[in-house]
Each structure stands twice: as structure tokens, then as C-alpha cells.
């Protein structure tokens, strides 16, 4: 079953214009993670927040997390064609991770 | 290194027919995860491995799926018989530490079967 709802589903912009992504889980986690997939990749790991973490940055890479509202942003700044990909968050729940349903973002050059 | 790596790439075959994947994990990560990810039912967790031993197979859609992984550096996922419901992507991933934490994964199977 799937905990992490991505919203929104699809979202295109600019380069150079931020995306903003959001996740939001159901049951209580000790972590939270991003991940990037390319058409017809696989999925690689971007970044990492724990449960006692509110905030965390990695290059042009900011994620959020509201465990009270069992929610996390990510957010892209200064956004390139080449982050064009799907974006999924996925929770660490007792030891599994459980993966969202992911955001499709275009950056359009 | 060379990442997961995963074979075939692509397999298209006929109804009722044997289908083995196959997976070589990063060198010194002790847990596998087999997903199969399709539009409808997204990405799904079918079996976990911690020290070539299956932890966790609840994901197993029914007894047609089996998995083994004989050793640390490889593993294979087999239907048998294979039905077109069947058809789609399945990715490999390992991780160092246990199966909350960061997986690696492969470029996964494009599975066709018609």
C-alpha cells in the first residue's frame, strides 16, 4: 500500500523558476526520503530527513518536514531542464519503506 | 562501482511462459529489495533481503513469484507460470544498512508478456 501522497501530480515551469513538490504520509516515520526517476531509470536517492529534523539542504535541494502536520516539501530552486524527472517521497513506517505516488515535473528550457 | 546491476533490460515473452530476473547488488550492501512499479499500482516492495535471507515477502503477489538469493552478490526473481498482468517494470535495490535507510537501484526489467 502506498502512505505518501505527492501533490502536485504534474507540474512544469521555466528554467531557472523553483518547484516546489509535497508529500504528505499517514502513520508515524522515522524518516523521510526523496528520490529522482528519470523516464526508463531507475530511482536515485537525493536527500534524507529525519523524524527530529525540520529542515534539510543538499545544493539546490530543500526539503521541509512537519511531522505534526505528517507532511514534507522539496523544493527545487534555480530549476534546469535536466531536473525534468518523477519525484517521489517515500517514509520509513516500522522499518519499511513505503513509497508515494510521485510528481511529474517538466522544466521546460 | 558499477551500481545494481540487473539483467535483462528488456524481456517480452508469451503467456505460460518462465521468467527469471536477475540481480547483482552493490559490493558490501547486505539488503535486496525486489519492487515492481506499474501506472496503476506505482512502485511496490515484493520481497526484502537481509543477509541473503527473505525477511520480508508479503509483496509476493501469489505463489506463480519466487525469489532466492543464493549468496551476497546475487539474486533472482522468477514467475512461473507468466501472465500479462504480470507486464512491468521490476527494479532491483540494495542498501548498506537496513531497509529504512537509502536504497540503490538498478535500472530494472522492462517486462513484456503478451
Known amino acids: 500500500s502506498q502512505q505518501g501522497e505527492e501533490d502536485p501530480q504534474a507540474l512544469s515551469i521555466q528554467e531557472g523558476e523553483n518547484a516546489t513538490m509535497n508529500c504528505s504520509y499517514k502513520?508515524?516515520?522515522?524518516?523521510l526520503q526523496w528520490y529522482r526517476q528519470n523516464s526508463g531509470r531507475g530511482l536515485v536517492h537525493l536527500i534524507l530527513?529525519?523524524?527530529?529534523?525540520r529542515e534539510k539542504h543538499s545544493g539546490r535541494l530543500r526539503v521541509t518536514l512537519d511531522t505534526s502536520k505528517k507532511s514534507s516539501s522539496l523544493l527545487i530552486t534555480a530549476s534546469r531542464a535536466a531536473d525534468t524527472a518523477s519525484y517521489f517521497c517515500?517514509?520509513?513506517?516500522?522499518?519499511?519503506?513505503?513509497f508515494g505516488t510521485g510528481t511529474r515535473l517538466q522544466v521546460f528550457p | 562501482d558499477a551500481g545494481v546491476i540487473q539483467s535483462p533490460r528488456h524481456e517480452v515473452t508469451e503467456m505460460g511462459q518462465e521468467v527469471t530476473l536477475r540481480c547483482k547488488p552493490i559490493?558490501?550492501?547486505?539488503?535486496l529489495f525486489w519492487y515492481r512499479q506499474t501506472m496503476m499500482r506505482g512502485l511496490e516492495l515484493l520481497i526484502y533481503?537481509?543477509?541473503?535471507?527473505?525477511?520480508?515477502d508479503s509483496g509476493m503477489p501469489e505463489d506463480r513469484f519466487s525469489a532466492k538469493m543464493p549468496n551476497a552478490s546475487f539474486s533472482t526473481l522468477k514467475i512461473q507460470p507468466s501472465e500479462p498482468r504480470d507486464s512491468a517494470v521490476y527494479f532491483c535495490?540494495?542498501?548498506?544498512?537496513?531497509?529504512?535507510?537509502?536504497?540503490?537501484f538498478g535500472p530494472g526489467t522492462r517486462l513484456t508478456v503478451t
Open positions: 535495490a540494495s542498501s548498506g544498512r537496513d531497509r529504512g535507510y537509502e536504497q540503490y
Open positions: 502513520t508515524s516515520i522515522n524518516n
Open positions: 530527513i529525519r523524524s527530529n529534523e
Open positions: 517515500a517514509t520509513d513506517t516500522f522499518g519499511e519503506l513505503i
Open positions: 559490493s558490501g550492501h547486505n539488503s
Open positions: 533481503f537481509n543477509n541473503n535471507v527473505p525477511i520480508d
